[in-house]
């Protein structure tokens, strides 16, 4: 074999490495979308209860009717709540199944606004309405944050997906789109006022990054809602700067 032909082989060998190479990528792709678009495929159980279809990794428990009536009580005080709206919910007790599904094992759970507004919820324990944190953390806020809570936030995410300009996240402020999910889902177990004065001294339960939580966001929507009189389409229609709205809830000239 001369020089020529031993280049030839050579690149004939490469050829053929790469193929399978791009093969290989294109079916692992193809086997990633599929369980993404087709996500019941990964999740053995499954029941239907009203307008909710749920799907676990692991054995539902009866006391999931209970957790979606709580849910549904919570979601009912929004405008946006329509009763035949199927929602999906799929229990993702292996937190690989979440980070497949939505890029995030460390969340209470998550919902797909760009596309299925599928709910995925990281493990939990159905049968006493809880969630669990990731490394058995404590679960900040926990008396407020049932799992029947997690579900109705994640709900409200959905409505909110079906009622709004999309993409969701690239059309709307992050303080309205969390801080209306949170309003809704607590259904109206939040004290205005004592979250105004904790803004006004700056307490971390205020601050997202360093609570985890979306009281801050909440007070702001609640502002909007309860003590201005606006609905919920007039403030996705045109939402104001959270500067604006900041700066109003820690003055006293407006109350
Ligand atoms: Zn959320």
Known sequence: M???????????TVIKYVKLLAIAVALTVLAYLGMVAFPPLMFSNHITYQNYEVWSDRTIPPQINQVLDDATRRLHTSDLYEPNQKINIFFCNDSWRLWIHAFDDQSAANTDVWLTHNIYVRESDIATNRFYAPDSKPIPDLIHRPLSY??????????????FARPLKLKYPHWLIEG?????????????????????????????????????????????????GLTVKQIFANPPHEKDLLTLLKSDAIF
Not at 150 to 163: D, K, S
Not at 216 to 225: G, Q, T
């Open 2 to 12: 001369n020089r020529k032909q031993r280049f030839y082989c050579r690149r004939r």
């Open 150 to 163: 997690v579900i109705a936030h994640e709900g409200t995410h959905v409505m909110e997906f079906l009622q």
């Open 180 to 228: 209306y999910a949170d309003y809704v889902a607590k259904a109206g177990d939040f004290d205005f006022d004592k979250n105004r004065e904790l803004l006004k001294i700056d307490s971390p339960l205020l601050d997202l990054q360093r609570s985890g939580l979306y009281r801050r966001f909440h007070l702001e929507v609640a502002y909007l809602i309860d003590k201005k």
